[in-house]
């Protein structure tokens, strides 16, 4: 079946809608419960094996010890258990995160192959596991907070030693932009605004946090921190300002 360019904007703006396909399909969420009595266990599928996506979010051989304590400190909020015993969504949910966004998105292989079959999310096109970003993120829905744990690999030199201020605010793009989209559905960044306090070490885990400011009609503005992971130092500090945008935007129609 042939579907104009608007067809299929307009198929995946009904994906959108719902908030959630952006980061909810493709490969089983570990460890995310379904409802009551139904917890999916942790499996991390043996990519490139198999034919699910692979979720880059899920811990590798190369995340450290830091950057694996912080992962089940988040995960482990993912759900809780109640007194009866019962499994229940807990305070934060670990977004997934794929190489290809839009084609995981509901309706968004058709936008994909429409837009370039061959594109890849610039954070997850580089294989080798630990060489440049790795990094998971997890949304706190009612502290409109987005938290990531971000472990910065060798290929992010910028500084001897340290990482790129052009990594930095690409990953500060990634997280605020994450969590516009997850507060306000399809939005595209119209301004970041970044102080750099502190260099950040090559091969060392900070934590990335996003904020909600405000929202005011289209435009969502987040503030951000990179500290290090106990939080005694601030290694940099960003504003950010993201506006809705329908998806026939991206398409011109
Ligand atoms: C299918 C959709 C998918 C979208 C996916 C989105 C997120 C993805 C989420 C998860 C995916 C996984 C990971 C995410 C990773 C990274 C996220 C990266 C996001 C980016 O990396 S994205 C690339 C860089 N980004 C651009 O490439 C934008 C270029 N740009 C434009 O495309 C336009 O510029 C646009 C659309 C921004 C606005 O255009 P427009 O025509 O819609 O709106 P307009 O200009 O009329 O402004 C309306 C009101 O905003 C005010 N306003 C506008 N710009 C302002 C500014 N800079 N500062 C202060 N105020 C501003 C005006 O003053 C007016 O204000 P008022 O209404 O009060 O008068």
């Not at 089983?28 to 034919?51: D, I, K, Y």
């Not at 690999?153 to 997850?182: K, Q």
């Amino acid at each position: 079946m042939i579907r104009s360019g608007a067809q299929m904007a307009r198929r995946l703006s009904a994906g959108f809608l719902s908030r959630g396909p952006l980061f909810s399909a493709g490969a089983p969420a570990a460890g995310v419960p379904l409802g009551p009595g139904t917890v999916r266990t942790m499996v991390a599928l043996p990519w490139p094996f198999s034919s699910q996506p692979r979720d880059f979010s899920l811990p590798n051989s190369s995340w450290g010890s830091e950057m694996m304590r912080l992962y089940e400190h988040y995960n482990s909020q993912c759900e809780v258990v109640t007194e009866a015993g019962e499994r229940q969504r807990g305070p934060w949910r670990r977004l997934p995160s794929y190489n290809r966004s839009l084609k995981y998105a509901t309706g968004g292989v058709y936008l994909s192959k429409l837009i370039q079959s061959k594109a890849r999310l610039f954070t997850r096109n580089i294989r080798a596991p630990g060489a440049a970003f790795e990094y998971v993120v997890f949304v706190n829905k009612e502290e409109q907070r987005c938290v990531c744990v971000f472990q910065a690999g060798h290929l992010l030199e910028g500084p001897p030693g340290h990482v790129h201020g052009g990594a930095i605010a690409t990953m500060i793009d990634a997280v605020t932009g994450t969590h516009a989209a997850y507060l306000s559905g399809p939005v595209m960044t119209a301004n970041l605004n970044i102080n750099y306090r502190s260099p950040i070490p090559l091969g060392s885990t900070v934590l990335i946090e996003s904020c909600l400011d405000k929202n005011e009609g289209r435009k969502t503005f987040l503030s951000c921190k990179v500290t290090s992971t106990d939080g005694s130092k601030l290694h940099t500090e960003a504003t950010g300002l993201f506006l809705s945008i329908t998806v026939g935007k991206l398409l011109g129609v």
